[in-house]
């Protein structure tokens, strides 16, 4: 690949623990860029992130701290999706006509193939994984990148025109992205990070960007079911299709698209168990499961996981930080069918214990993660299911929730051994 970036000075603000940053810096430290990696964490925080980068002699790393001097002094600056667009730093760089893009942008304007993404508040990542599977029966140089761990800037390199490429994108990717996708499909939407957004049409709004710069040519995959989703498409350009509910019918309507033969996808389907972290089955014990749908970080996400396992008696932990969500209906939904509750601490289970008042559910207070297994395991009956779906973010307690679904297992594993 040509090297676009060879000798600039290119900042990439947050490193981050899930793959993103350190994908970007080898990105450029491969182009022959000076590469500075800024991070309000510690290097003790973001250790596993730089024992990634450690062979690469020209990346440097400014950590627990941002300097004004490193947002003026660059060519481009690449900001990590999870970083506020409010940020001093970016008004910094941006009052001092320094670009700022994202791994994704750079993605977007370098690719020569076509994209598929993915988004919604929940199932993007199912959806993306079962998309991705689908189609690499027929297209075996299928890759799959973005919002699910892997920057695409580090998969740009095996990408050619007839690649297939696969996007999970979250809301924060989006964003300030003015280039959509081919084919974009959104699963779902409902209220989050409005710690972030100033109320749900804004998060609407940043997710429109999948499809707000399609061609008539492209298309755009809607949820029928799900009213937001649905009024969509009225604003689209491209060519709109609906399936229903579910996030196996998102990923057939794209594999037909592609014309993936009928055997294929049954084929996928019954081998696919399920993504990580989202309702899955890790452990049976004593004739109880264990679930981790530690990715459940809104409260519909919690109620979704509720109803599906609604036929046992479940123990439900659950609890974290609040992103100014509504718990009303996820604590409707626990009076009705969760036999017992475990809370982690936080601001989102003060406010579910405050709308659990005068309730059958008996609620018990975990401090760690350890802590609210063990209770669990106590309560549980042969046939129960002790479910971890949080309805709530983790940031208080663990470094992601993808640390927080690590601990679930950790702490199961520790029980039994």
Same mark, same amino acid.
Do not use: C, W
């Given at each position: 690949m040509k090297k676009l970036f060879k000798n600039k000075k290119i900042v990439i603000m947050g490193l981050g623990?899930?793959?993103?940053?350190? !994908?970007?810096?080898?990105?450029?430290?491969? /182009?022959?860029? *000076?590469? $500075?990696?800024?991070?309000l964490k510690t290097r003790k925080e973001l250790k596993e992130s730089i024992k990634k980068l450690k062979k690469l002699n020209r990346v440097k790393f400014v950590l627990g701290k941002h300097r004004k001097e490193d947002f003026i002094n660059a060519d481009l600056i690449i900001k990590n999706p999870g970083v506020f667009r409010e940020s001093k730093y970016l008004k910094i760089a941006k009052d001092n006509?320094? &670009?700022?893009?994202?791994d994704i942008d750079i993605f977007f304007d370098l690719c020569p193939a076509s994209i598929i993404g993915i988004t919604g508040t929940?199932?993007? &990542?199912?959806?993306?994984?079962? %998309? #991705? $599977?689908?189609?690499?029966?027929?297209?075996?140089?299928?890759?799959? =990148?973005?919002? %699910?761990?892997?920057?695409? $800037?580090?998969?740009? !390199?095996?990408?050619?025109?007839?690649?297939?490429?696969?996007?999970?994108?979250?809301?924060?990717?989006?964003?300030d992205l003015k280039k959509s996708p081919h084919i974009a499909v959104i699963t779902a939407l409902f209220p989050d990070h409005l710690n972030r957004y100033k109320n749900f049409n804004d998060y609407i709004e940043a997710k429109k960007s999948i499809f707000k710069y399609q061609k008539k040519n492209d298309i755009l995959i809607l949820n029928y079911n799900n009213p937001e989703t649905r009024n969509l498409a009225k604003e689209a350009l491209s060519k709109v299709y609906f399936f229903r509910d579910s996030n196996i019918s998102a990923a057939v309507s794209v594999a037909k698209i592609f014309k993936i033969p009928k055997k294929n996808i049954k084929k996928v389907l019954s081998n696919f168990r399920g993504v990580p972290n989202r309702q899955e089955l890790? =452990? %049976?014990?004593?004739?109880?499961? #264990?679930?981790?749908?530690?990715?459940a970080t809104t409260p519909q996400s919690a109620i979704l996981a509720i109803k599906r396992f609604s036929t046992s008696r479940i123990i439900l932990i659950a609890g974290g930080q609040d992103k100014k969500l509504n718990y009303k209906q996820l604590a409707k939904e626990i009076k009705k069918n969760v036999e017992h509750l475990i809370l982690l601490p936080g601001t989102a289970s003060d406010k579910l214990k405050r709308e659990l008042t005068e309730t059958r559910v008996p609620a018990f207070s975990a401090? &760690?993660? *350890?802590?609210?297994?063990?209770?669990?395991?106590?309560?549980? /009956?042969?046939?129960? %299911?002790? $479910?971890? &779906?949080?309805?709530?973010?983790?940031?208080?307690?663990?470094?992601?929730?993808?640390?927080?679904?690590?601990?679930f297992v950790k702490a199961i594993r520790e029980l039994f051994s």
């Open positions: 623990l899930l793959g993103g940053g350190v !994908g970007a810096a080898k990105f450029f430290h491969k /182009q022959g860029a *000076k590469v $500075l990696v800024t991070d006509n320094i &670009s700022v893009k994202t929940k199932g993007k &990542s199912t959806t993306a994984t079962l %998309i #991705y $599977l689908f189609l690499e029966t027929k297209f075996p140089n299928t890759v799959l =990148a973005g919002n %699910i761990g892997i920057s695409p $800037l580090e998969i740009l !390199g095996r990408v050619n025109k007839k690649t297939k490429v696969v996007l999970e994108l979250s809301s924060f990717e989006l964003e890790v =452990a %049976i014990k004593n004739e109880v499961k #264990y679930i981790n749908d530690t990715t401090r &760690s993660m *350890k802590e609210a297994v063990k209770r669990a395991r106590s309560l549980a /009956q042969k046939g129960d %299911i002790i $479910l971890l &779906s949080p309805g709530a973010a983790s940031f208080n307690l663990f470094e992601n929730e993808f640390d927080r679904g690590e601990q």
